[in-house]
Every structure is written in C-alpha cells, then in structure tokens.
C-alpha cells in the first residue's frame, strides 16, 4: 500500500485526529461519517476529502472505523463488502470483535487496534493531529491473522507517531482490565465517597487520584461491560485484597498494612519502569 | 503575639518549609530538630536562628510540632514545661491528639492544625516558603479551647499564605478518611494490580489514579493505623458498593453499572466545585 487512499470512518476524536495526523503526513484520507455534516466539516478543516457513502471508498487500500464499540462489526463489514482495504479499529475490547469478525481476519481484511490515549474531551472540535504521537497502539493478531495485512496496518499507525505493542486479543483483554479499567472503577469509588462536608479538604492526592471519576458514564459502562469477562474477576480479586487491609486495620496490624501498601507501591514502580522503556 | 518569636520543632518538609515562610514574612523563627545538624543546616539556609535545646525557647510566643504523629503529645509537652507560647502541630489526625492533651486545649496552650499539602519529597532539602500558599489549614478547636489561642495560631497560618477551615476533630477525622486515607488505599489497590504484562498498556489514566501510591508505605501505614476508626467504615461502606458493581456488571446490568459511575462522577464535581470557592 504506503500510498494508497485511506478511509476513516467516524469522525470523533479518535477518527478526526487520526485523520488531521495521516494527511498532515502526506496520505490521502477519505473521511466518512453517519451524519454528512460531520465529514463535511473535516473536510472543511483540512482533514482529508470526504465521502457521502462508502461506496465512494471503493479505491481505499486501508480503512479505520473509529465508532463506538457496538457498532463496529456491521461497518467493518459494510466496508469489506465495497472496497479491498485491510481495515482495523480502535475499540478498547478485543476478543468479542475478533470472534465475531474472525473470518475477515484470516481472510487478511481485519487487523484489532486499540491506541492507548484518548481525552474525556470528545469530538471532532478536540482532535489533534498529535494525539498519536509516542502513545502506544496495541495490535491483536491471532493464530489465524495475515501477516501483510499486519504490516500494513501497522505501518500506518507508525506513520502517525504510535509505538507499537502485539499481544493476543485474550492477553490484551486481560491486561487494559488491570492497566485501565480496575483504576477507573477505583478512581470512581473514591470518588463517589467524597462527601459535601469533605469536599474542601480534598487536596492534590484527591484530585489525581479521581481524574478519570469525571469521564461519561454511558461510555465507561460500555467499556466496563464490553469486558467483564476480564474485570469481574479482577475486580474480586481486588475485593479480596481491600478486606485483607480492612481486617489487618482492625486488627492493628502494622506489618501487615504497611505490607499492603509495599504492593501498591512495588505496582507503580512496575509502571514507571515500562514508562521508560 | 504578632511579632514574637515562633519555634518550630522538627524541620522536614513540613517544618521547614513552614519556617522558611515565617522569616521570609520578616518573622523572628526558633529551629529546633531532634539531631542539631539538621537545624544547624536549616539556619545556613536563613530558615531562622537554630537552638540546641528546647530551654532556649523560653521566649517564644508561639510553636509548631512538625514531626511524626506518635512523638507529637510528648513533644507538645516538653515545649508547654519550658515556655509559654501557644503550640500547634501539623498531624494528619486529630481526635487522638485532642483527647490526650485536653488539659493543654482548655489551657489555651494547645490548638490542634492539619495544613492540607504536602509531597512525596520529604525532608529539609525540599522545604519550599511557597508550600502553604494557598492551602487549606485546618484547625481543630474544641468547646473547651481558648478562642484567643486559636486567633493566634491562625493568624501565624495566614501569614504564610494558608486558607483556614475550622473542624470539630471528629468531622475532621471523617473527612479526611474520605478526602485522603480512602483515595490512598484504592490507588494503592489499583496499581497493585498491574502486572509486568500490563504495565506497558498503561496510560494517563492508570499515571494519575496511582500517583499517590508511590507514598511513602511506613507513613502511609501510621496515617491509616492512626484514623482507622474512620477509616475501616469507610473502606467497609467502599467494599459494599464494589460489591454491588461486581454484581451489576456480571449480571449485564447496564442502568446499574452506569448509575454507579454517575456516583463517582457526581463526587468528583463535588471536589471541582469547593475548588472554585
């Protein structure tokens, strides 16, 4: 490919950013969008050449839906139907999609993506054609996964600044569980604790800790859902551990509380380490 | 008071950074550390005039004891034998100190304060004059403390900056279990769950809701051991509503699951709002 058309549909943050990165690289971008009005006014920005239906698309050697996760299948599927683009997404779950989409993947037409960035802003007006750059985007092939149609996904992505990182569709499911959605689950709890009497005590610690809290509802619980196979046990698992402090608390055990926080601490080391890599 | 000399007793972060404020603010400082080289150190720094034992005070009108929770009652009286300034503390819980120096709040000569601030950097090195600009300083008067003991020791927080809330110490105990202890634990949980696996996929979200549990785990251990009976209620209240997500999201119940994260975001507004005023 390199040089070939690229369709993007959807045209939120994810999509229009995407969109603003590869044609500020030089690609031709296609730009299509459920409401008209929206590929229009990326166009207008300079985001790529828009399309009224995906028929228009028939020349597309990529194609990237970035809609939200319950309607991906069906437009992949539309779009496989029309062009001969290898097409990927940017969904936060994989496995379910990759089940429902596993004849596209051995056929070298379907790739798994998930870029590890994002903002609770939403929409074309927040999209950054630097949205991309240095942030890590997961690829999930499978057993039965085309290798060039990988590559050429993948290229892509690097085109726009990503770092790249392959793991297995259950592997990936598995571990944004623990790297994303247990935190935002906790950072929520904390959250809702906080009460009026509270409030003006809350400092710095309160304010990192429950950044995450303010982000949509309607779209956490679609994430938290579209993965509970992986975050209800995790989320167990962690239940466990919190009675574990509550009763070393009660008890007054010392050892054992500072123990507790030895874990949490030997945890962020684990992720300030992989920052550095 | 207002131009007396003031003592500080314990010069890491806190104390000196509290002295440093006060002689930059034209004060007369006394510094005081249970190692003289440490107070030597802080007086090469313009911190104030270093004394080597606690009888040198005798003319200070005011005193803070910025050292760990457990040494600070044995301090407090030490400095009431020798003095007759009104002394302070910097303690993160207050019903304790309160009940075992009672006679010293109905004396006037102690009033119990807890600025909200701090770092993960600790010690002489990273005192800063600007640490309380700003901040919440919460005092903890009693029916039985002196009001114009409580005036004086209020007055010294606002020079340096400080916004004063006063608390009943059992509201602030509460609340700080909430706005504090509790946001601690859960990040502490939340990056104990990463997994050498994991910990590449983790982004902004996972940065900032585990930012604090980096924390020091032997501090952190004595500031939970010393509020537990407010904080093992709150961390029981925190693991029942865990529960219900657990169960809301293995039953696919997806009103539940996102009225459940409209809680956090609600108490996150919480926070946003007594920011603003």
Chains 1, 2 share one sequence.
């Not at 290898?86 to 993506?113: M, N, P, Q, Y």
Request: proline share 4%.
């Amino acid at each position: 490919m390199a040089s070939g058309d690229i369709l993007i549909c959807g045209l939120g943050l994810m999509g229009g950013s995407l969109a603003a990165a590869l044609t500020r690289a030089g690609r031709s971008v296609l730009l299509w969008h459920r409401r008209p009005e929206v590929a229009q006014e990326a166009e207008r920005r300079g985001f790529g050449k828009m399309i009224a239906t995906l028929s228009e698309a028939r020349t597309a050697e990529s194609a990237v839906v970035c809609t939200p996760v319950s309607t991906i299948p069906s437009l992949v599927r539309d779009i496989a139907a029309v062009t001969r683009a290898v097409i990927t997404d940017v969904g936060s779950t994989k496995c379910g999609l990759l089940s429902e989409l596993h004849d596209l993947d051995a056929a070298g037409r379907f790739i798994g993506s998930h870029p590890m960035c994002g903002s609770h802003a939403t929409g074309l007006d927040h999209a950054d054609a630097d949205l991309y750059r240095g942030r890590v985007v997961i690829t999930t092939p499978t057993e039965n996964t085309d290798r060039k149609a990988l590559d050429q996904i993948e290229d892509m992505w690097r085109v726009v600044g990503a770092r790249l990182v392959r793991l297995d569709p259950a592997v990936h499911d598995r571990a944004v569980a623990v790297a994303s959605h247990l935190p935002h689950l906790l950072s929520s709890a904390a959250a809702a604790g906080l009460s009026d009497a509270a409030a003006p005590l809350a400092a710095g610690g309160f304010r990192d800790t429950t950044r995450v809290a303010a982000g949509d509802p309607a779209l956490w619980a679609d994430i938290l859902l579209a993965n509970r196979g992986e975050v209800v046990p995790e989320l167990a698992r962690t239940l466990a551990r919190l009675e574990a402090l509550r009763d070393a608390l009660a008890d007054a055990d010392r050892a054992a509380v500072q123990r507790w926080l030895e874990a949490g601490q030997a945890g962020r080391r684990r992720f300030e380490a992989a920052q550095h890599r």
